[in-house]
Every structure is written in structure tokens, then in C-alpha cells.
Nanobody, 127 residues
Framework: QVQLVESGGGLVQAGGSLRLSCAAS????????MGWFRQAPGKEREVVAA?????????YYADSVKGRFTISRDNAKNTVYLQMNSLKPEDTAVYYC???????????????????WGQGTQVTVSS
């Protein structure tokens, strides 16, 4: 079992930046893929980005955040980050960190493929 703890959410004006962190405890192989998802009020949870542990260059992004968000990992610390720039009001949501032992070079955007979830952190972007 892996415990995931997110931090870094908050209130920011449109165009601003935030950096989310997700610290994982437990066995490292259980975090071979780590991802960020978000859920806005009244909407389904959706993927934001994902990163594979064994290859720093293997990252994936939803089209809506490409060029604005960057996911990165510090495998030594078993921590994943989400740097969010040029934030828009439509980025407002609860952001969740997720992890799985699977190497999701495909299906990285499928909620059902992730085994462990954090409690979520609120990100609010004002216009």
C-alpha cells in the first residue's frame, strides 16, 4: 500500500502559477507510474499528467494543459510535482495525485489503472 500526500494548492489569479507536490510513502515499485488528476464541481475526474519512474523523459499530458503544466519526479524522494503556469479559471478543481505499480506507457489517462490516491488539494484560479 502507498500513501500519497498532496500539498501546494491555493488561490491564484489567472495567469499565475502554482506548484503541487505529492509525497509517496511505501514501496517504490508501487509508484512506477504517478499521475495528477483533477475534478471540478459537477464534472468527472480527468487526467492532467503522468510520469513514469524509470525514464525521466516519459511524461504525458492532457491536451488542455500541454505547454502550461509540467510534471516531474524526484525518485530519490518518491515525490512527484506539477508545475502549473499560465493558470486559467477553468483549471479550478480539486487536484489528486495517483500512483500505480503498473508502467502505464499506454492507458496512463485511465483512472481505473491507478491503485492509490491522495486526498486532493484545492486549486482555485480567479479571473
Amino acid at each position: 500500500q502507498v500513501q500519497l500526500v498532496e500539498s501546494g494548492g491555493g488561490l491564484v489569479q489567472a495567469g499565475g502559477s502554482l506548484r503541487l507536490s505529492c509525497a509517496a510513502s511505501g514501496r517504490a515499485f508501487n509508484t512506477n507510474t504517478m499521475g495528477w488528476f483533477r475534478q471540478a464541481p459537477g464534472k468527472e475526474r480527468e487526467v492532467v499528467a503522468a510520469a513514469i519512474s524509470w525514464s525521466a523523459g516519459t511524461t504525458y499530458y492532457a491536451d488542455s494543459v500541454k505547454g502550461r503544466f509540467t510534471i516531474s519526479r524526484d525518485n530519490a524522494k518518491n515525490t512527484v510535482y506539477l508545475q502549473m503556469n499560465s493558470l486559467k479559471p477553468e483549471d479550478t478543481a480539486v487536484y489528486y495525485c495517483a500512483a500505480t505499480y503498473r508502467l502505464l506507457t499506454t492507458d496512463w489517462d485511465r483512472i481505473s489503472k491507478y491503485d492509490n490516491w491522495g486526498q486532493g488539494t484545492q486549486v482555485t484560479v480567479s479571473s
